[in-house]
C-alpha cells in the first residue's frame, strides 16, 4: 500500500467535518477558522515504541493514548479540542495495526468532535506525534503562574494508578486480586479531563495536567507562581484498586508516577463555593489535597506535621546520566 491510499484509507473520512474546518487533509495544509475573539491553544507530544509504550501495547491504546495526552493538555489550559494533525511513522503498512490504531484515534476524536485535518506518514521506528488545537476564550486560558497563598490546591480523579498499573505489567508489584485490569486500562487509555478544564474556567488560578507525577507537576506550578504549597498524604485520592494494593505499593506511584494525566488545579477561597457548585454536574470528582503557602517548595505531611519525603521527584527523560 502507498502513502496515499494508505491516508486515504485510514485517516479520511468523508461527511464528518466540522463547519470550521475550511479545509482538510488532502492539500499541502489544512485552513481552520479560529473566531473572533478566541485564542488558539496549540500543544504537541510524541509518543516512541519501547520508551513510552512496550511494543505489545494495542494498536487502538497506542493511538488513543497518542491524542489523549495532548487533549489533556489542551484540557489543563482550559480550552475546547477542536482540530488536530497526525504525524506517523511505522515500520511498515500493517493492515490490521492501522485499523486497530485509526479505530482507537477516531473513537476518542468524535467523543471531542475534534477534526484530524492533517499530518504526515513515513516509514522509520514506530513514532506517533499528534498536534492538538483547541480554542479558549482571549484572556481565559489556565495557566501555570497564577496561584497564590492560600489558593486550595485540587487533583482530580485518582491519582497512581497508570504507574501501578505499569509497576504490575513489569512484574515490581504483584496483583493480589483484580486491580490489574482496572490499573491497566487507565495506563493505556487515560481519560482527558476536558470538561473539567473548560469548566475551571474563571475559577482556578492555575492549572497542570499530571502527566509526570503530582510531586513533579505541583512543582512547575509552585514555581511558575512563586508559592509553596503543603500538601496532606492521607488527602490523596486513590482508587479502590490501588487502595488494595497500597501495603506493596506505598505512596511513590501516587505522588511520583506518570501518565494520571488527571488535572492538578489552585482554587482561592472566594470561588471554593462556584467551584463546588459546578463540580456537581462533572463526570469526574475533585478532591482537595492541600494549599498554597508564601515560600517555595512542597511540603508532604503525613499527620501532625510530620513530613513525607518522596523517593523520585518524577518522571524526566534527560535526567540521569544518558
Ligand atoms: P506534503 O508532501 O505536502 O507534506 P503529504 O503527501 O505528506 O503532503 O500529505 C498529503 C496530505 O495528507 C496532506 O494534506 C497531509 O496533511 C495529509 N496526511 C499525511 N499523512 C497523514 C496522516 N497520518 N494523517 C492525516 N493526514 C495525513
Ligand atoms: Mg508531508
Not at 119 to 130: A, E, K, L, S, W
Not at 146 to 171: F, K
Amino acid at each position: 500500500m502507498d502513502e496515499f491510499s494508505l491516508i486515504e484509507r485510514y485517516f479520511t473520512r468523508a461527511g464528518r467535518h466540522r463547519p470550521d474546518v475550511e479545509l482538510g487533509i488532502g492539500d499541502d495544509a489544512a485552513l481552520c477558522h479560529v473566531p473572533e475573539g478566541m485564542s488558539l491553544v496549540a500543544a504537541t507530544d510524541t509518543l516512541v515504541e519501547g520508551v513510552h509504550f512496550p511494543g505489545s501495547t494495542p494498536a487502538g491504546a497506542v493511538a488513543h493514548k497518542a491524542l489523549a495526552v495532548n487533549l489533556s493538555d489542551l484540557a489543563a489550559m482550559g480550552a475546547d479540542p477542536a482540530w488536530f494533525t497526525l504525524a506517523l511513522s511505522l515500520p511498515q503498512a500493517d493492515e490490521t495495526w492501522l485499523q486497530g490504531f485509526a479505530d482507537g484515534l477516531f473513537s476518542l476524536a468524535d467523543r471531542f468532535a475534534c477534526e484530524l485535518v492533517g499530518g504526515d506518514t513515513v516509514r522509520g521506528p514506530r513514532v506517533i506525534t499528534v498536534q492538538a488545537l483547541g480554542l479558549v476564550p482571549a484572556g481565559m486560558a489556565l495557566l501555570r503562574g497564577g496561584a497564590a497563598p492560600g489558593d486550595r490546591i485540587y487533583v482530580s480523579g485518582t491519582l497512581g494508578d497508570a504507574a501501578l498499573g505499569l509497576a504490575l505489567e513489569q512484574g515490581r508489584v504483584q496483583d493480589e486480586g483484580d486491580a490489574g485490569a482496572y490499573l491497566r486500562g487507565r495506563l493505556d487509555r487515560p481519560e482527558p479531563r476536558v470538561e473539567l478544564g473548560r469548566g475551571l474556567r474563571g475559577i482556578a488560578t492555575a492549572a497542570i495536567d499530571i502527566s509526570d507525577g503530582l510531586v513533579a507537576d505541583l512543582g512547575h506550578v509552585l514555581k511558575a507562581s512563586r508559592v509553596g504549597a503543603r500538601v496532606s498524604l492521607p488527602r490523596i485520592p486513590l482508587s479502590s484498586a490501588y487502595s488494595s494494593l497500597r501495603e506493596q505499593a506505598g505512596w511513590e506511584p501516587a505522588l511520583s508516577g506518570g501518565d494520571d494525566y488527571e488535572l492538578c488545579f489552585a482554587v482561592p477561597p472566594d470561588k471554593l463555593g462556584q467551584l463546588e457548585q459546578e463540580a456537581a454536574a462533572w463526570s469526574c470528582e475533585v478532591c482537595c489535597i492541600g494549599e498554597v503557602v508564601t515560600g517555595s517548595g512542597l511540603f508532604i505531611e503525613v499527620t501532625d506535621g510530620k513530613e513525607y519525603q518522596p523517593q523520585h521527584s518524577g518522571h524526566d527523560h534527560f535526567s540521569g546520566g544518558s
